[in-house]
């Protein structure tokens, strides 16, 4: 079974505003990271929140974590095309790194 | 630096033959991962090597081999391929791996179709 899964499974905007996605999980986690995946590429790392942490910002990129209701929140903020992607929540724990199914995010020109 | 590098990056396959699909990076990462990522399941975990000379099992390992070469390889093994193993197939590594792993650094994946 998957530890983390992303909501929503897809999300369309228009250039310029704001994208949030959600990650919930079942089991105590060490780091929550969030990842992206261009059509046809590997994954590649955006952030990781540590269980200490609340927020943590990386450019447009805010994520939350909520360990008491075992979820976090990635925001881009100000979207762009290029954002256009599939974004992977992973959380950490006492094994290794287990994924959801992902958020699709379109971002219209 | 090349990062995570898998090869093939495509592979056609009929069922039953076999295939062994490489990995290697130059990261000097301990820890190393196969994932498999089908339409709407995400990505799920075959294998993965906490450091040299340790495999284990991960949430899908069924018809699958695994073998940690040395430090830097990492390959995955289909003894006897089956159409339910058409998939993108990609390799992962970290510096750390649980309880802390650390960020993944993953390879561009290779397309594998089994007829």
């Known amino acids: 079974s998957q530890q983390g899964e992303e909501d929503p499974q897809a999300l369309s905007i228009q250039e310029g505003e704001n994208a949030t996605m959600n990650c919930s999980y079942k089991?105590?986690?060490?780091?929550l990271q969030w990842y992206r995946q261009n059509s046809g590429r590997g994954l590649v790392h955006l952030i990781l929140?540590?269980?200490?942490?609340r927020e943590k910002h990386s450019g447009r990129l805010r994520v939350t974590l909520d360990t008491s209701k075992k979820s976090s929140s990635l925001l881009i903020t100000a979207s762009r095309a290029a954002d256009t992607a599939s974004y992977f929540c992973?959380?950490?724990?006492?094994?290794?790194?287990?994924f959801g199914r992902g958020t699709s995010l379109i971002v219209h020109p | 630096n090349a990062g995570v590098t898998q090869t093939p990056k495509f592979q056609v396959l009929k069922t039953g033959q076999s295939m062994t699909l490489q990995c290697a990076q130059d990261m000097n990462h301990n820890s190393m991962y196969w994932y498999r990522q089908d339409p709407g399941m995400g990505l799920r975990l075959i294998y993965y090597?906490?450091?040299?000379?340790?495999?284990d099992k991960g949430e899908v390992p069924n018809g699958y081999n695994v073998s940690r070469l040395n430090k830097r390889e990492f390959s995955l093994r289909l003894e006897s391929a089956a159409p339910s193993q058409t998939s993108v197939y990609f390799c992962?590594?970290?510096?750390?791996?649980?309880?802390?792993?650390?960020?993944?650094?993953f390879g561009e994946g290779s397309r594998l179709t089994v007829l």
């Open positions: 089991t105590s986690i060490n780091n």
């Open positions: 992973a959380t950490g724990g006492s094994y290794i790194p287990t």
């Open positions: 992962a590594s970290s510096m750390q791996g649980a309880p802390n792993t650390g960020e993944l650094f």
């Open positions: 929140i540590r269980s200490n942490e």
């Open positions: 090597s906490a450091s040299e000379g340790t495999t």
